[in-house]
Each structure stands twice: as C-alpha cells, then as structure tokens.
C-alpha cells in the first residue's frame, strides 16, 4: 500500500513538474493567448500521460546519459521574413572533450587561452605547468583542475602517466618551443605551440621529426587562419571576387613597454619584432595567397641609445614578391603607437582589415564600385573567441586522425623566410627563395570545419 502510495505521489509530482515545463514552452505562449478560455486545465489533464511515461524511462535516463554533441533543435522564434538566428553551440560531453595540458601561465594563458575553454566545443583544460607554484595553485582552483594534474617543469614529463591529457599547449618563449615539445612528444602527446614555431630552422625541423617519431600531431597557432573576418578575407582572394589581387600593404606594430621582459633578449626571442608582430603579416599574406613567396628584400632599423632595442631589432620593413606577380609590403615595429591593418588592392576592389590581428574587435571593410559608384560594404564580425576555434580544431584532428591545417611544416616555412629577410638586410639585397613545390597551399593541412569558422 505504502509503494502504491508513493508511486501516485511521484507520479502526481512529476505531472506538475511537467506541465511546468511545458509552460516554460510553447505552452507558455499558449496560455498567454489563450487566458481565459479554460484551456490550462485541458493543458494539465493532456500532461498527465506524458508524465507517466517520464516517470517510466527515468531509471534507463539516469543509467544511460548522452555522449558526445547533443544535437538540439527548437522551433524558430522569428517570422520567415527575418534574420535567423544561428545554430546553438552544440558542444561535445565534458567526458568526449580532448584535454588539454596548459604550459605557461603568463598574460596569453591567462588573459585569453584559459578563459576561451569556456567557448571551446571539444576541448577542456585538465592539467597546468608552471614554474609558480603559487600562482599555479590558484589557477588550478579557478579552472577545477585537480592539484594532481598541476606540474613544474621538471616533473613536465610525468605528464606521459596522466591518460586525461592527450594533447599539450605550449605557451613559453620562443626559445623553448623546441625543447618542451621535444619532451612532449617523448611523453605521448600531441604538441599544440605557439607561434613563432622556435628560434630557428634547425629546431623546427627537429620538432616535427620528433613528433613524427612518437606518431603524434604538432600544430602551430596561428588563430588567424581559424578567424572568420580573416577566412572570408581569404575566399575573396581566392574566388577573385574583385578580379586578380595586385598588391597587399600589411601592418603590424606596437609600442613595448620599457621594461626588461623576455621579448627583449635575443636568446629568448630569437629576434625582435619581426618573429613576434611581424610574423602576422608574414604568415597572413601566406594565408591569403595559398602562394609561397619566391623573393624578399627587407631593411632593418632600431633607434640608438634604446635600451629596449639593445639585442633585438625594432623596426623591419620587408617585401615579399610571389609567382602570380602579386607584390606584398609588410611593416612591423617594437616602438610606434599601435596598428595592426591590411589592405589587398585587387583589379576591382579593395578588402581591408583594420584592425586584422587582435584577439577581438576585428573590423573588415570590402571598397568597390558597381556600377561605377562606389561602395563600402562593412560585414559583421561573429566575434568567434580565436583560440577556442583553433582548440577545437586541434581535438578534431586528434578525434578524426587529421593532419592540422597549421602543421609543424607551415612554422617551418615562416621560419625559413624570416631568416631569409635577416640575411636580406644584413646584405642589403633581395634573397631568393625556392623552397616551395608550386601548389597552393603547400604547407597545410585539413581545413577547419564550417563549424568551426
């Protein structure tokens, strides 16, 4: 009798708990429209069955919950006539994300990598390595990752025994790109570092061979080839939207603080602002092109009696000349007020990036003259959070066994050129490149997805 009891009084539970629901619902407006004709109670009486049925499966629910993306669908909200609203998130179950080891909790870790798992849809941190422990502490406390997945860097190798991590990120100075993805490597893990990929070829070419060796992906981050505004850039160009591009003016500079941070020594940086900032104008203009460059000529200049300019150079101007005849002048510089823009000149049209670099707040301006009157057309932007989508894109890879698009072989080639422009201004005459096949695209790898752009 008890059990009978109990079992109407559930089931009489779960029949309001569902015309609640429901009222939160369709119903809702239902009821809005309707109040006063007495259709809530015929509301109630239809929610009874329903709930019976609930009540029935929620043993197999709770025993058998959904994995991987949920794949929700609710009916519109807006008339035909009116914008549509985009697809909902959809992200992976935490339990099918690829984790993720963070190494470095400096301001890009913590200001922008950390922050954007928050927005990723396959990925999720569950393991730090720092040389603070203090600091790490209280990170692992904000982002729930356990004390135990909390490394130094001398024990970063035992990150070989934690079967949560499977790929690793790398966020230290250029100078030990090399060794910490050597080591991760060795650990087991794919290797997702940032840009500029190390301090020179030879350690380039050493790290893809040493993740080639342990079978595991290495990717280099260069977020704007995964951002939307850069992507559509690249259609543009690549569909020759406005005919054949002529010409490309890219900009990246900013002022350092003067401070002796770690962007000031040679042995550390590599160089000054051109591996740092102007890495952006070199790779982007790569990006847009799908072309390799066959020729650079480049100047150096850094402004005496600069302390912040005693081991690295300040400014670089540099011109890259490709095989469709498309001449590209890019600009970077450690010391003039801050501007990160490009702009390709094709036969009818103009695409502007201004800003193109930063991690939000990009602006795109397409300058053309149908008709013989011109226009300004200024796309949206979708404010998509820049490494969340290249995250995402390295878990796809690894849960797809996918070449990145951004592979060890795209920071490589950067490399190659910028040691080119080096030795270009120190001789003070063009340099010939020729280490390209020919294709487009020759570098990369798998495209992101369209869910990802």
């Known amino acids: 009798m008890f059990q009978e009891n109990s079992t109407a009084a559930t089931l009489d539970r779960v029949a309001v708990e569902t015309t609640e629901a429901a009222s939160c619902d369709t119903s809702r407006r239902q009821f809005i429209n309707h109040a006063g004709r007495g259709l809530l109670a015929a509301g109630l009486a239809s929610a009874l069955p329903l709930a019976a049925a609930e009540a029935a499966d929620l043993e197999g629910a709770a025993t058998s919950p959904p994995s991987g993306p949920l794949d929700i669908t609710l009916p519109p909200l807006e008339a035909p006539t009116d914008p ?9 179950a935490p339990d099918q994300r690829v984790g993720y080891a963070i ?3 400096g301001h890009l870790t913590l200001a922008e990598i950390l922050p954007a798992f928050g927005q990723a849809k396959h990925a999720k941190p569950v393991a730090l390595v720092s040389g603070d422990a203090d600091k790490m502490a209280k990170v692992a406390k904000q982002y729930g990752i356990k004390p135990s997945s909390c490394y130094s860097y001398q024990t970063y190798d035992k990150l070989k025994d934690n079967p949560e991590v499977e790929v690793i990120y790398i966020v230290l100075p250029n100078a030990q790109h090399h060794e910490f993805t050597l080591r991760g490597a060795k650990a087991g893990k794919h290797i997702l570092c940032e840009k500029p990929m190390a301090n020179s070829v030879k350690e380039c070419e050493e790290m893809i061979a040493a993740c080639q060796k342990a079978g595991k992906k290495l990717m280099i981050a260069y977020r704007i080839q995964y951002e939307p505004l850069n992507r559509q850039a690249q259609k543009l160009v690549r569909d020759k939207t406005y005919g054949k591009t002529k010409l490309i003016q890219m900009m990246n500079c900013q002022n350092q603080a003067h401070d002796q941070q770690w962007r000031h ?4 940086a590599g160089g000054g602002s051109l591996p740092d900032v102007g890495l952006y104008c070199l790779n982007t203009t790569r990006f847009l092109l799908g072309e390799e460059p066959t020729e650079v000529s480049a100047q150096i200049y850094s402004t005496p009696g600069d302390d912040r300019f005693k081991e690295i150079e300040e400014n670089v101007s540099f011109t890259l000349r490709f095989p469709s005849g498309v001449i590209a002048q890019c600009m ?20 502007k990036m201004d800003p193109a670099f930063p991690y939000k707040g990009l602006k795109q301006e397409l300058v053309h003259a149908p008709n013989g009157k011109q226009m300004i057309e200024q796309p949206s932007n979708p404010d998509k959070q820049q490494f969340a989508l290249e995250m995402d894109h390295m878990a796809e890879c690894v849960r797809g066994n996918k070449t990145p698009y951004t592979p060890g072989e795209e920071g490589l080639q950067d490399q190659r050129i910028m040691e080119a422009i080096y030795q270009s201004a120190k001789e003070n005459k063009p340099v010939k490149l020729t280490n390209s096949s020919g ?3 020759a570098f990369r790898g798998t495209p992101p997805t369209e869910e990802q752009a």
């Open 84 to 92: 549509k609203a985009g697809p909902f998130p959809n992200p992976d």
């Open 103 to 105: 190494v470095g909790l």
């Open 265 to 268: 020594k040679k042995a550390l």
């Open 332 to 351: 970077t510089g450690y010391g003039s007020f801050n501007n990160k823009s490009y702009a390709v000149h094709a036969e009818t049209g103009t695409i």
């Open 439 to 441: 294709k487009l695209d």
